[in-house]
């Protein structure tokens, strides 16, 4: 069983940065995709971004691009998403995802980290 780790998170300003990391429990665990969710109160959870193994692809939701950039981390076998720019509608419940094996396959989250963002 792999468990997924998070750090990072907190409060920021308005046009300040916050930094989160994620990594699988297990460092050497293959993984073919990593990014974050988030989560409003009381809506679905929305897509943040994503990073393939190798780091050759990213992708972004719209609401992010330009201001939030993930990358890998190779150290911990994780990644890194640096978010700038921050604004006050960022705040939200950010869950980092793990997919693995064929085709995705099998999917692992992480237990959330809160961002908050003062206006």
């Known amino acids: 069983q792999v468990y997924v780790e998070e750090s990072g998170g907190g409060l920021a300003q308005a046009g300040g940065s916050l930094r989160l990391s994620c990594a699988p429990s297990?460092?050497?665990?293959?993984?073919?995709?990593m990014g974050w969710f988030r989560q409003f109160p009381n809506k679905e959870r929305e897509f943040v971004a994503r990073?393939?193994?190798?780091?050759?692809?990213?992708n972004y939701g719209d609401s992010v691009k330009g201001r939030f950039t993930l990358s890998r981390d190779n150290a911990k076998n994780g990644v890194d998403l640096q978010m700038n720019d921050l604004k006050p509608e960022d705040t939200a419940t950010y869950y980092c995802?793990?997919?693995?094996?064929?085709?995705?396959?099998?999917?692992?989250w992480g237990r959330g980290t809160q961002v908050t963002v003062s206006s």
């Open positions: 995802k793990l997919w693995s094996g064929g085709n995705q396959r099998d999917e692992y």
């Open positions: 990073i393939n193994w190798s780091g050759g692809v990213t």
């Open positions: 297990d460092r050497t665990f293959s993984w073919t995709f």
